[in-house]
Nanobody, 124 residues
Framework: QVHLVESGGGSVQGGGSLRLSCAASGRSWNNYAMGWFRQAPGKDRFVVAAISRDSDSTWLSAEVAGRFVISRDNAKNTMYLQMNNLEPEDTAVYYC?????????????????WGQGTAVTVSS
């Protein structure tokens, strides 16, 4: 069992930055690939970033590439999403997720463990 807790959300003006954290606990977390997903009001949830177990592979959606950076520190059991140059369109609840395989994955149904989410609001 893996328990995930997101933090770092909040309200920011457009152009600003936030860093989300995902603290993990549980057995073998360091063997898992991780991802960040977001769900905007009235819309479906979709992946924005993913990272492999050893950080040798990362992926960013076209909407956030060049502005967001995904990383993880296995020694601290924490994954991060550095979000720069935020836009109102980035307003959403952000979720972290883990899958019991080391390889990077962007398909939502492949993820087994989910956090409760942290809200990000970007004003224009």
């Amino acid at each position: 069992q893996v328990h995930l807790v997101e933090s770092g959300g909040g309200s920011v003006q457009g152009g600003g930055s936030l860093r989300l954290s995902c603290a993990a606990s549980g057995r073998s977390w360091n063997n898992y690939a991780m991802g960040w997903f977001r769900q905007a009001p009235g819309k479906d949830r979709f992946v924005v970033a993913a990272i492999s177990r050893d950080s040798d592979s990362t992926w960013l959606s076209a909407e956030v590439a060049g502005r967001f950076v995904i990383s993880r520190d296995n020694a601290k059991n924490t994954m991060y999403l550095q979000m720069n140059n935020l836009e109102p369109e980035d307003t959403a609840v952000y979720y972290c997720a883990a899958r019991e395989v080391s390889e990077l994955e962007i398909r939502e149904y492949q993820y087994k463990y989910w956090g409760q989410g942290t809200a990000v609001t970007v004003s224009s």
